[in-house]
């Protein structure tokens, strides 16, 4: 189970947190992290980390402006957001995927089509 907190309201420039707790499974294993919708577009994966093999993705779109971090003593993985723009507007889903996969063809290689776990999606709005 993935359970997602933070979003919201900001304005360009602004920054804002998400929070993603896991349980239900061996935190260790898997890569988690956020794959994102906006009306109209494609999904795509944003962030993920994997703290058991040092290993994380970002978008080119968001590299230099988000960074994910790993807390595994609560099995939580956070999102910092910073310089925010009016294209980050979407809905964020939390999601996990297993290393068996995530490395070579899956989230870690900023492709979503082998995730195992999908938390509720939280809204980030940026006003221009």
């Known amino acids: 189970q993935l359970q997602a907190s933070g979003g919201g309201l900001v304005q360009a420039g602004g920054s804002l947190r998400l929070s993603c707790a896991a349980s239900?499974?061996?935190?260790?294993?898997?890569?988690i992290g956020w794959v994102r919708q906006a009306p109209g577009k494609e999904r795509e994966v944003v962030s993920f980390?994997?703290?058991?093999?040092?290993?994380?993705y970002y978008a080119d779109s968001v590299k230099g402006r988000f960074t994910i971090s790993s807390d595994n003593s609560q099995n939580t993985v956070h999102l910092e957001m910073n310089f925010l723009e009016p294209e980050d507007t979407a809905v964020y889903y939390c999601?996990?995927?297993?290393?068996?996969?995530?490395?070579?063809?899956?989230?870690?290689?900023?492709?979503?089509?082998?995730?195992?776990?999908w938390g509720q999606g939280t809204q980030v709005t940026v006003s221009s």
């Open positions: 999601a996990a995927e297993n290393l068996g996969t995530a490395q070579a063809v899956g989230v870690l290689a900023g492709l979503d089509l082998s995730i195992d776990y």
């Open positions: 239900g499974f061996t935190f260790d294993d898997y890569a």
């Open positions: 980390i994997s703290s058991a093999i040092s290993s994380t």
